[in-house]
C-alpha cells in the first residue's frame, strides 16, 4: 500500500467545501467569498473556485491543515459580520497509491479528460 500520510501522520485529503453566509441582510455574498479565499491563499494550500460544477471550492492537502483552513474561513466570515454559517463539505481520501501533493483534484480531472478523448477519437 503506497504512503498515503504526510510525516505527521494526517491522510492527504482532497476536500470540496461550500461555505453559505447566512443573516446578512444581503443578497450576494461575494464579499464573503473573498474573505474566505483571502484565508485559502494564507495556508498555503492548493484550492481552486468552482463555477461551472456547482457552487464550492476544491481544497486539498494533509487532512487537519485542510480542516483548519475550513475552520478559518469560518472565522474570517463571521468576522465580516456573517451571524450564521452553514458549510457542506464533501472529503475523499485513499490509501491505494501515492497522490503527489497538490495534485489530487488534478489527476481526477486528468482521467475523465483521457476517457473523454478515448471516445471522440473512436
Wanted: one cysteine or more; aromatic letters at 6%.
Amino acid at each position: 500500500m503506497a504512503q498515503a500520510t504526510n510525516t505527521s501522520g494526517d491522510l492527504y485529503a482532497v476536500a470540496d467545501f461550500c461555505l453559505v453566509p447566512m443573516g446578512t441582510g444581503e443578497p450576494s455574498v461575494a464579499e464573503y467569498v473573498a474573505e474566505c479565499v483571502r484565508v485559502l491563499e494564507k495556508t498555503g494550500l492548493k484550492f481552486k473556485m468552482q463555477y461551472v460544477i456547482g457552487y464550492g471550492t476544491n481544497l486539498e492537502g494533509p487532512w487537519s491543515e485542510v480542516m483548519q483552513a475550513i475552520h478559518a474561513c469560518h472565522a474570517a466570515v463571521h468576522a465580516k459580520g456573517a451571524p450564521r454559517i452553514a458549510t457542506d463539505i464533501r472529503i475523499g481520501t485513499r490509501v491505494d497509491r501515492e497522490i503527489a501533493p497538490g495534485t489530487g483534484n488534478e489527476g481526477k480531472v486528468k482521467r475523465v479528460e483521457e476517457i473523454l478523448a478515448k471516445d471522440r477519437s473512436s
